[in-house]
């Protein structure tokens, strides 16, 4: 029974059940204590502890596990423990099935319009009006009743009802592919992360899923944690528990006052082990996962409501719900949470567009059916003077229903719901072919914002550099040595000083293993920097492993670990006299400072007075500094039995040390990456490097890329000048400082991760220049969260970054390789592209369709273009076309052009151009035909043909060449900026090329053997030529668009502006607000398959709460948080603990200003 109830218990965790069973599997924990135990906080969790279990190890001992070994890793146990504690797995949300998305799909306006068309019409068709009074209702169904036709009035409203079905489910498919592909994307970044646990003593990377209770885990600064768990040990430990509880001060973890750890908090500073105790949906983050899940379709709504309001309201409203703020879920939530970045700029654009064609769509529909409609009874019963007969109704219905089934038709045409479509399938194409560019897109939208980059703030380390440090000069005993010196030419006091200082005060995780194949380079593991001091060891003929196991880690009497604003880090150990001593290692220009005397060559101590300091820095730091290498100092002090000091006031025990050596550690530059960044520089973008370093270690590795050239007017700054002169007297930043700084600055040094975010805020907030600057910034650590969210696009390092930085991020290069980056620019620039080319070949479509519909319905009382043809070329143009163009391959061409910007257009002049140029050719084609094409071909006018009469060879012609001229329009479309060759690189798409040649085989087909269905008469081969020649004669016609000078063209204008919102004020702002709410509204009611696609690419993001934040919009709405961000800054510079926070604050001012509520 035991058993049964245990494997149940994986899915639905039911304590009761639990409760009869013995002690589950002979582990001396059920899962409900556990689950109790990790409900407390603080004191009583400490208290419960100690009553139960008399402390942690005694917890393990319960859990049959070793606090120092871990677990044995041994397979049966740890399924043991999954079956009955559960796996380490939130099931997501069910996604929805093919039939909900068909089912969706069938929702849309103008489908459903079609549909009751078609249906009134079928039902008409059966309905015969008795012979005799048919003449009575005049020439209406004259000519029907031959060889049976009217049997076959029923085609065309099955047809139409056909092409529905074909269009629903063409949308459904791919809406259910695009789900797929983002589920899988999720899975990856799923198993992308691992965490470090201990099992048989040896320290493993295991996925996050493979964790179980009982695992010993090791958390260490930048972890996102991924289970409950009680701390065992930790060395100056501090989470931020904001996800979970609201509260964004850090909170500190000790195993003696507040041991417990949750599930989704992050780790910002220090480092430890820890037990873990609960996993999956009993985890603290599971369990409001399942509380959220639970009440399912009904919490939905609500849930919706409570993302609307401002992050940092919803946690403080509703504690539990907050968790939506833990990271656990919010990768099953992505789908259903608000994106982290608001609609994209292509998107923004796209929506207005939409909006604007869609409203002309529906006038135009609307009086295509007003003037039909009059026309027929002005000539019906005005001019023939007949009157309404009962018994004639049916037949007039008739002829309302075709009207109005035409004015659908114009409006089916006119609505572009093949955009949203191309956006996806672009953005999906180039997100699947980015990870093998090393790029795992984490949002859809970022891969299209990162074309339009113009400015990219990278980090040095291991982004620009190989990360791989070597110690290459040092100074030690008064001598500088620019290799590694002979471990002979040291006194062994200094000698064993060092090794002391490397092997113990430095991550115990760090070390240095030997290579995994014959003549590789031995492999670094944990903090680079640290390997590389390791590595020194080594080079000295030393080894650090003894001397780690001489002084195990819960030996270590305190740490200081490592953060930002330290940037060094101090280990205290107890000597066997009784006294302390400390070991400090950091930034080589901080430490100094803390440094009262030196060894001397001897070993001895010697004064070390500030000139000497001037002295060491002028000789000996700048130097090594100016070759690129990044300089440490290692220093130490002795406090003696007696005179134990306040291990919390920092600053004193830090303080009065004794030099023991310096080192520069050398990481070279990777090979590509100047060549990358002269891409880009060619590309209009410019490139800054934002660093911790010393400034003359920066400018020498920038000058190394090429990011500073000989002769050019830049700027290098340290962070505390480019503070003082972006600030004013009372410490605010001003954006007019900001702004003379930004533009000359290529490299800023010795930066905190507050100027980091400064410097991203306020290049994308400036005015000044012809445009917006679009930032893409990349991050490692912990500290690089904020700016990563307040870029554009956020790059996070998939090897060396933090779970938080990811976290933070837009995209993750998996390789850290700045050459990355520039590729993504390159697909980046490749889908906005591939809409144009979309949009270009789309709006000629269009233009074309509708104005013939119009002007035919108008003359002939008839579309030449039927409403089952019109849905066919609806087919071609939107659902094949945007597969077709959507997936262009990138060229390095797109890199010689300078970026489109924030408040470029869509359809630029030369697309305008080249719009209005095919539409005048078609039409005069389609006129021509129309009209006098009987004469011509010499065969029977299809004009004025009464109801229900055969297709005619006339009107086939027409359908057949309108065809022709838009797939050779297609491949004319695949040029935008005016380019001859049409052809160019036409065979490295293979899809472009199928769907064309299918395109024109399903035509064939349609034509020769579509009847009565396609209103189509088979064609001879003659009249197939000349339709083929008419096509070939829209290639020559765009060589001859191509050679007029867009420059002479004054009056085209441009189209499909992004919302320019910055020159409003806030009034105006408001009404824009409604106005593209209301249009939105309208939307709804209107029309569309085109806004289910946007929606779906951005889940539940209203309009209105995208407009307010969104990128391009943030002029106006700055203003009034400009407040809020001064109000952050003065707590940043009174609290630098804090600083982090208060730019992670999701209220801070990048966030919805003033924290409204958001409709």
């Given at each position: 029974?035991?058993?049964?109830a245990?494997?149940s218990?994986?899915?639905h965790?039911?304590?009761?059940?639990?409760?009869?069973?013995?002690?589950?599997?002979?582990?001396?924990?059920?899962?409900?204590?556990?689950?109790?135990?990790?409900?407390?906080?603080g004191?009583?969790?400490l208290?419960?502890?100690?009553?139960a279990y008399?402390?942690v190890?005694?917890?393990?001992?319960?859990?049959?596990?070793?606090?120092t070994?871990?677990?044995?890793?041994?397979?049966?146990?740890?399924?043991?423990?999954?079956?009955?504690?559960?796996?380490n797995?939130?099931?997501?949300?069910?996604?929805?099935?093919?039939?909900?998305?068909?089912?969706?799909?069938l929702?849309?306006?103008?489908?459903?319009?079609?549909?009751v068309?078609?249906?009134?019409?079928?039902?008409?068709?059966?309905?015969?009006?008795?012979?005799?009074?048919?003449?009575?209702?005049?020439?209406?169904?004259?000519?029907?009743?031959?060889?049976?036709?009217?049997?076959?009035?029923?085609?065309?409203?099955?047809?139409?009802l056909?092409?529905?079905i074909?269009?629903v489910?063409?949308?459904?498919?791919?809406d259910?592919?695009k789900?797929?592909q983002?589920?899988?994307?999720?899975s990856?970044?799923?198993?992308e992360?691992?965490?470090?646990v201990?099992?048989n003593?040896?320290?493993?990377?295991?996925?996050?899923?493979?964790?179980?209770?009982?695992?010993?885990?090791?958390?260490?600064?930048?972890?996102?944690?991924?289970?409950d768990?009680?701390?065992i040990?930790?060395n100056?430990?501090?989470?931020d528990?904001?996800?979970?509880?609201?509260?964004?001060?850090?909170?500190?973890?000790?195993?003696?006052?507040?041991?417990?750890?949750l599930?989704?908090?992050?780790?910002?500073?220090?480092?430890?082990?820890?037990?873990?105790?609960?996993?999956?949906?009993?985890?603290?983050?599971?369990?409001?996962?399942?509380?959220?899940?639970a009440?399912?379709?009904?919490?939905?709504k609500?849930?919706?409501?409570?993302?609307?309001?401002?992050?940092?309201?919803?946690?403080e409203?509703?504690?539990?719900?907050?968790?939506?703020g833990?990271e656990?879920?919010?990768?099953?939530?992505?789908?259903?949470?608000?994106p982290k970045?608001?609609?994209?700029?292509?998107?923004?654009?796209?929506?207005?567009?939409?909006?604007?064609?869609g409203?002309?769509?529906?006038?135009?529909?609307?009086?295509?059916?007003?003037?039909?409609v009059?026309?027929?009874?002005?000539?019906?019963?005005?001019?023939?003077?007949?009157?309404?007969?009962?018994?004639?109704?049916?037949?007039?219905?008739?002829?309302?229903?075709?009207?109005?089934?035409?004015?659908?038709?114009?409006?089916?045409?006119?609505?572009?719901?093949?955009?949203?479509?191309?956006?996806t399938?672009?953005?999906?194409?180039?997100?699947?072919?980015?990870?093998?560019?090393?790029?795992?897109v984490?949002?859809?939208?970022?891969?299209?914002?990162?074309?339009?980059?113009?400015?990219?703030?990278?980090?040095?380390?291991g982004?620009?550099?190989?990360?791989?440090?070597t110690v290459?000069?040092?100074?030690?005993?008064?001598?500088?040595?620019?290799?590694?010196?002979?471990?002979s030419?040291?006194?062994?006091?200094i000698?064993?000083?060092?090794?002391?200082?490397?092997?113990?005060?430095?991550?115990?995780?760090?070390k240095?293993?030997?290579?995994?194949?014959?003549g590789?380079?031995?492999?670094?593991?944990?903090?680079?920097?640290e390997?590389?001091?390791l590595?020194?060891v080594?080079?000295?003929?030393?080894?650090?492993?003894?001397?780690?196991?001489?002084?195990?880690?819960d030996?270590?009497?305190?740490?200081?670990?490592?953060?930002?604003?330290?940037?060094?880090?101090?280990?205290v150990i107890?000597?066997?006299d009784?006294?302390?001593?400390l070991?400090?290692?950091?930034a080589?220009?901080?430490?100094?400072?803390?440094?009262?005397?030196?060894?001397?060559?001897?070993?001895?101590?010697?004064?070390f007075?500030p000139?000497?300091r001037?002295?060491?820095?002028?000789?000996?730091?700048e130097?090594?500094a100016?070759?690129?290498?990044?300089?440490?100092?290692?220093?130490?002090?002795?406090?003696?039995?007696?005179?134990?000091?306040?291990?919390?006031?920092?600053?004193?025990?830090?303080?009065d040390?004794?030099?023991?050596?310096?080192?520069?550690?050398?990481?070279?530059?990777?090979?590509?990456?100047?060549?990358?960044?002269?891409?880009?520089?060619?590309a209009?973008i410019?490139?800054r490097?934002?660093t911790?370093d010393?400034?003359?270690?920066?400018?020498?590795?920038?000058?190394?890329?090429g990011?500073?050239?000989?002769?050019e007017?830049?700027?290098?700054?340290?962070?505390k000048?480019?503070?003082r002169?972006?600030?004013?007297?009372?410490?605010?930043?001003?954006?007019?400082?900001?702004?003379?700084?930004?533009?000359?600055?290529?490299?800023?040094?010795?930066?905190?991760?507050t100027?980091?975010?400064?410097l991203v805020?306020?290049?994308?907030?400036?005015?000044?220049g012809?445009?917006?600057q679009?930032?893409?910034?990349t991050?490692?650590?912990?500290?690089?969260?904020?700016a990563?969210k307040?870029a554009?696009?956020?790059?996070?390092?998939?090897?060396?970054?933090?779970?938080?930085?990811?976290?933070?991020?837009?995209i993750?290069?998996?390789?850290?390789?700045?050459t990355?980056?520039?590729?993504?620019?390159?697909?980046?620039?490749?889908?906005?592209?591939?809409?144009?080319?979309?949009?270009?070949f789309?709006?000629?479509?269009?233009?074309?369709?509708?104005?013939?519909?119009?002007?035919?319905?108008?003359?002939t009382?008839d579309s030449?273009?039927?409403?089952?043809?019109?849905?066919?070329?609806?087919?071609?143009?939107?659902?094949f076309?945007?597969?077709?163009?959507?997936?262009?391959?990138?060229t390095?061409?797109?890199l010689?052009?300078k970026?489109?910007?924030?408040?470029?257009?869509?359809?630029?002049?030369?697309m305008?151009?080249?719009?209005?140029?095919?539409?005048?050719?078609?039409?005069?084609?389609?006129?021509?035909?129309?009209?006098?094409?009987?004469?011509?071909?010499?065969?029977?006018?299809?004009?004025n043909?009464?109801?229900?009469?055969?297709?005619?060879?006339?009107?086939?012609i027409?359908?057949?060449t309108?065809?022709?001229?838009?797939?050779?329009?297609?491949?004319?479309a695949?040029?935008?900026h005016?380019?001859?060759?049409?052809?160019?690189?036409?065979?490295?798409?293979?899809i472009?090329?199928?769907?064309?040649?299918?395109?024109?085989?399903?035509?064939?087909?349609?034509?020769?053997?579509?009847?009565k269905?396609?209103?189509?008469?088979p064609?001879?081969?003659?009249?197939?030529?000349?339709?083929?020649?008419?096509g070939?004669?829209?290639?020559?016609w765009?060589?001859?668009?191509?050679?007029?000078?867009?420059?002479?063209?004054?009056c085209?204008?441009?189209?499909?502006?992004?919302?320019?919102?910055?020159?409003?004020?806030?009034?105006?702002?408001?009404?824009?607000e409604?106005?593209i709410d209301?249009?939105?509204?309208?939307?709804r009611?209107?029309?569309i398959l085109?806004?289910?696609?946007?929606n779906?690419?951005?889940?539940q993001?209203?309009?209105?709460?995208?407009?307010?934040?969104?990128?391009s919009?943030?002029?106006?709405?700055?203003?009034?948080?400009?407040?809020?961000?001064?109000?952050?800054?003065?707590t940043?510079?009174s609290?630098?603990?804090?600083?982090?926070?208060?730019?992670?604050?999701?209220?801070?001012?990048?966030?919805?200003?003033?924290?409204?509520?958001?409709?």
């Amino acid at each position: 029974m035991g058993d049964m109830a245990n494997s149940s218990i994986e899915f639905h965790p039911k304590p009761q059940q639990q409760r009869d069973a013995p002690h589950a599997g002979g582990f001396g924990c059920t899962l409900a204590e556990l689950r109790a135990l990790m409900e407390l906080r603080g004191a009583e969790a400490l208290q419960k502890i100690e009553e139960a279990y008399g402390d942690v190890s005694g917890l393990c001992r319960r859990l049959r596990t070793s606090p120092t070994e871990g677990l044995a890793d041994n397979t049966n146990d740890l399924e043991k423990r999954r079956q009955i504690y559960g796996q380490n797995f939130i099931p997501p949300k069910q996604p929805k099935t093919f039939l909900q998305l068909v089912w969706e799909a069938l929702q849309d306006v103008t489908l459903i319009i079609l549909e009751v068309a078609a249906i009134v019409s079928l039902g008409l068709s059966f309905y015969a009006p008795p012979g005799e009074e048919s003449e009575a209702c005049g020439n209406v169904s004259g000519g029907t009743e031959d060889e049976g036709e009217a049997e076959a009035g029923w085609i065309e409203g099955a047809a139409i009802l056909l092409s529905v079905i074909c269009v629903v489910l063409v949308t459904a498919f791919n809406d259910w592919s695009k789900e797929k592909q983002f589920r899988g994307l999720q899975s990856r970044i799923e198993q992308e992360q691992k965490f470090t646990v201990i099992r048989n003593g040896q320290l493993l990377q295991v996925p996050v899923a493979a964790l179980v209770v009982g695992d010993i885990a090791q958390v260490k600064y930048g972890d996102l944690l991924p289970a409950d768990g009680v701390l065992i040990q930790a060395n100056d430990l501090k989470i931020d528990e904001s996800s979970l509880t609201g509260e964004s001060d850090h909170v500190r973890k000790s195993a003696d006052k507040d041991p417990m750890l949750l599930s989704g908090t992050h780790v910002m500073e220090g480092s430890g082990r820890m037990v873990v105790t609960a996993v999956g949906v009993n985890s603290q983050t599971g369990i409001i996962f399942t509380l959220l899940g639970a009440g399912g379709e009904e919490e939905e709504k609500k849930d919706k409501k409570a993302k609307k309001q401002d992050g940092a309201v919803a946690m403080e409203m509703q504690p539990l719900k907050s968790a939506e703020g833990g990271e656990m879920e919010e990768r099953e939530k992505k789908k259903a949470n608000a994106p982290k970045k608001e609609k994209s700029v292509l998107q923004g654009k796209l929506t207005k567009l939409a909006v604007q064609i869609g409203k002309a769509g529906l006038v135009m529909s609307a009086i295509t059916v007003i003037i039909l409609v009059l026309y027929f009874v002005i000539e019906t019963f005005v001019l023939e003077g007949r009157t309404w007969l009962a018994e004639c109704t049916p037949v007039y219905v008739q002829y309302f229903v075709k009207f109005f089934i035409i004015g659908v038709t114009v409006l089916v045409v006119a609505v572009p719901e093949g955009l949203p479509l191309a956006v996806t399938i672009s953005l999906a194409y180039s997100v699947k072919k980015m990870m093998k560019d090393n790029n795992l897109v984490r949002h859809l939208d970022a891969c299209e914002t990162m074309g339009n980059a113009t400015a990219i703030c990278s980090d040095k380390t291991g982004t620009l550099t190989t990360n791989r440090m070597t110690v290459v000069q040092s100074y030690l005993g008064d001598t500088h040595y620019k290799e590694i010196p002979a471990p002979s030419a040291l006194t062994p006091k200094i000698l064993d000083l060092l090794v002391h200082a490397i092997s113990i005060n430095s991550a115990y995780t760090t070390k240095i293993l030997p290579p995994e194949k014959e003549g590789a380079l031995p492999r670094q593991v944990g903090n680079k920097t640290e390997c590389a001091l390791l590595g020194f060891v080594l080079d000295l003929k030393r080894d650090f492993q003894p001397v780690r196991e001489q002084i195990p880690e819960d030996k270590l009497y305190k740490v200081y670990t490592f953060n930002s604003v330290r940037k060094s880090m101090s280990t205290v150990i107890r000597m066997p006299d009784g006294g302390f001593r400390l070991f400090s290692k950091g930034a080589s220009e901080i430490l100094l400072k803390k440094c009262t005397n030196i060894l001397n060559s001897n070993g001895e101590l010697r004064g070390f007075r500030p000139r000497d300091r001037d002295d060491m820095v002028r000789k000996i730091i700048e130097p090594m500094a100016c070759d690129g290498l990044r300089t440490i100092c290692i220093a130490y002090r002795d406090f003696s039995a007696g005179q134990e000091p306040d291990w919390d006031n920092e600053n004193e025990v830090v303080g009065d040390l004794t030099c023991i050596a310096v080192v520069g550690i050398e990481d070279p530059v990777r090979p590509e990456v100047p060549e990358a960044i002269r891409k880009c520089q060619r590309a209009g973008i410019t490139v800054r490097m934002v660093t911790g370093d010393n400034i003359n270690t920066a400018r020498a590795i920038a000058a190394k890329c090429g990011i500073i050239q000989p002769g050019e007017d830049f700027l290098c700054l340290e962070g505390k000048e480019f503070n003082r002169r972006i600030r004013n007297e009372k410490g605010e930043i001003e954006q007019e400082r900001l702004d003379k700084v930004w533009p000359k600055l290529r490299v800023l040094a010795r930066s905190s991760p507050t100027d980091k975010h400064t410097l991203v805020k306020g290049i994308i907030d400036s005015t000044t220049g012809e445009q917006r600057q679009v930032v893409a910034v990349t991050g490692d650590g912990t500290n690089d969260g904020p700016a990563l969210k307040k870029a554009d696009v956020g790059f996070a390092m998939g090897i060396a970054g933090t779970d938080v930085a990811k976290e933070a991020s837009d995209i993750i290069l998996t390789d850290d390789n700045f050459t990355s980056i520039v590729k993504a620019v390159m697909w980046g620039r490749n889908v906005y592209d591939s809409i144009s080319k979309f949009l270009q070949f789309q709006l000629t479509v269009n233009v074309v369709a509708v104005i013939v519909a119009f002007t035919g319905a108008c003359i002939t009382q008839d579309s030449p273009l039927k409403a089952v043809q019109m849905l066919w070329v609806n087919l071609i143009m939107d659902t094949f076309a945007s597969l077709a163009l959507a997936t262009e391959p990138p060229t390095e061409s797109l890199l010689l052009r300078k970026p489109y910007g924030r408040d470029k257009p869509l359809i630029s002049r030369t697309m305008m151009k080249n719009i209005l140029g095919h539409a005048v050719y078609q039409l005069a084609i389609i006129f021509t035909l129309l009209f006098v094409g009987e004469l011509f071909f010499d065969i029977d006018s299809g004009r004025n043909a009464p109801l229900h009469s055969p297709p005619s060879e006339h009107y086939t012609i027409i359908f057949n060449t309108f065809v022709m001229m838009q797939l050779f329009n297609e491949i004319n479309a695949r040029k935008i900026h005016g380019e001859r060759n049409v052809f160019d690189g036409i065979f490295s798409n293979p899809i472009f090329c199928t769907i064309v040649l299918g395109t024109f085989g399903i035509q064939i087909v349609i034509v020769q053997f579509g009847g009565k269905p396609f209103s189509c008469s088979p064609l001879s081969t003659e009249q197939w030529l000349w339709c083929l020649f008419v096509g070939v004669g829209e290639l020559v016609w765009g060589q001859v668009i191509a050679t007029i000078p867009t420059s002479q063209l004054k009056c085209l204008k441009e189209a499909g502006h992004g919302p320019g919102k910055d020159e409003m004020t806030d009034e105006e702002l408001a009404e824009g607000e409604e106005e593209i709410d209301h249009a939105e509204r309208e939307l709804r009611r209107g029309q569309i398959l085109w806004f289910r696609g946007l929606n779906r690419i951005q889940t539940q993001m209203e309009v209105v709460s995208t407009f307010k934040r969104s990128g391009s919009v943030q002029g106006a709405v700055r203003r009034r948080s400009s407040v809020l961000s001064q109000l952050h800054d003065v707590t940043n510079l009174s609290t630098p603990t804090h600083a982090i926070l208060s730019a992670a604050n999701p209220t801070s001012a990048a966030g919805n200003p003033g924290g409204e509520s958001v409709p």
